[in-house]
């Protein structure tokens, strides 16, 4: 039975595949903490044209501007609290909205990726780490995996196959918090790629061809 389409679906901008095959891939992005749909999708022209391009906006609008996926607060030490009910809250939405989309611009369902900047880049993991079945392939560019997201203990995910980098001055996310995370998932998951540059929490030049050889490899 066909899946009814979504009443409200994320605002989003699309750009079809340049291929000749009846369904193209399809690449999500999901933009980082305050940011918007337009960010990653003003490169979406330099992006592999096998790929169909899909920029989903978050949901929730900060009251500076901008959106996020879920919101953060800040202790007075700076610490950085998430709000995890509104994180899952996403993921769910994230889920329908994949499946909707590709429904609706009939996108081949077994070659979906996500890329995600940020905390794009968290939800990207944990849709990635729990969904594969949905989501094939993860590009998680400065952002970390967050264990609070997933269904099972990071060391017992197998076969993800991921792009992942960082930048070395990331003061954002610091780097540790990436090298944590994604490295014990490379540890047991050798098709994961994991690079480092001498950057702050943005996508450097290198970043960014060292990502699209990967897309096409």
Request: aromatic fraction near 12%; glycine fraction near 6%; hydrophobic fraction near 35%.
């Amino acid at each position: 039975m066909p899946t009814p389409p979504l009443d409200n679906p994320l605002d989003h901008l699309y750009r079809p595949a340049q291929t000749n095959n009846k369904q193209a891939a399809v690449l999500f992005l999901l933009h980082g903490y305050g940011s918007n749909k337009e960010d990653l999708f003003s490169f979406s022209n330099y992006l592999p044209p096998h790929y169909a391009v899909i920029a989903l906006n978050a949901p929730i609008a900060l009251p500076f501007g901008g959106y996020a996926w879920y919101e953060l607060q800040f202790t007075a030490d700076m610490e950085r609290l998430s709000n995890y009910d509104q994180a899952r809250g996403s993921l769910k939405r994230l889920k329908e909205n994949i499946q909707h989309f590709c429904n609706h611009y009939q996108l081949d369902k077994s070659q979906v990726s996500c890329l995600g900047f940020s905390q794009g880049a968290i939800l990207s993991w944990a849709l990635g780490l729990d969904a594969p079945d949905q989501i094939q392939q993860i590009i998680g560019l400065s952002g970390l995996i967050d264990s609070e997201l997933l269904q099972q203990p990071l060391d017992t995910y197998r076969d993800i196959v991921a792009f992942a980098s960082h930048g070395t001055e990331d003061a954002t996310l610091p780097i540790d918090y990436a090298r944590e995370s994604i490295g014990t998932l490379s540890d047991t998951n050798p098709t994961i790629t994991y690079k480092e540059y001498p950057a702050g929490h943005t996508i450097s030049q290198e970043n960014f061809n060292d990502m699209l050889q990967w897309l096409v490899r």
